[in-house]
């Protein structure tokens, strides 16, 4: 669907630290001098709570209202990331482990924002595979298969904290933060 010019294109997640984002990027680089993939070069490292979504641009200032005012029960969140794994031929990723607490998270998150924004997020249509995107729709399949066959056999381990989400805005060729926000309650004290 295309949108006009009155709207733009926003997501939330959870952000990846600095450090994991910069050997993301590496990965990132290497399908690009491999095989031409830029998509993923687009966005940081990340996990996606709520998917890429249109609204007006008008509304902006109501979606950063809406997005401050989010708050969770859930404490931090250890993630551990194990690997690398595949959907299909079309994306590569690095793998995030199972984790009840981010499903709860990402469920929170989807409800809130959902009954906020009704007419423009809405329930996703699969299961939530949390993960971190080293390539997608550009990739080819051809160049998916040697990629899979170099990623296949590597170890890769990284664990964080994560307390955090993140709105990021879709500007010529960039997804940009444009708002960070820590979802944990603080007690009255």
């Not at 001098?33 to 609204?55: M, R, V």
């Not at 890769?156 to 990021?168: D, E, H, P, W």
Request: contains cysteine; positive net charge.
């Amino acid at each position: 669907m295309d949108y006009p010019a009155a709207h733009s294109m926003y997501f939330i997640a959870v952000l990846c630290p600095p450090e994991l984002d910069k050997r993301v990027l590496q990965y990132k680089l290497w399908m690009k001098e491999q095989f031409g993939c830029t998509i993923a070069l687009k966005a940081p490292a990340h996990i996606t709570l709520i998917p890429p979504f249109w609204l007006e641009n008008e509304s902006e200032i109501q979606l950063l209202h809406i997005f401050h005012a989010f708050t969770s029960d859930m404490q931090s969140i250890p993630i551990r990331l194990n690997g690398f794994d595949h959907f299909s031929s079309k994306v590569l990723y690095v793998n995030v482990e199972n984790n009840p607490a981010l499903d709860e998270l990402k469920l929170q998150a989807e409800n809130y924002f959902i009954s906020a924004f009704t007419k423009v997020i809405r329930k996703e249509g699969r299961a939530f595979r949390p993960h971190i995107t080293i390539a997608t729709r550009d990739m080819p399949p051809p160049a998916f298969y040697k990629a899979w066959k170099h990623f296949s056999v590597q170890n890769f381990t990284y664990s964080f904290i994560a307390n955090t989400i993140t709105l990021l805005k879709l500007s010529p060729g960039k997804w940009n933060i444009i708002a960070e926000r820590n979802w944990e309650r603080k007690n009255p004290g």
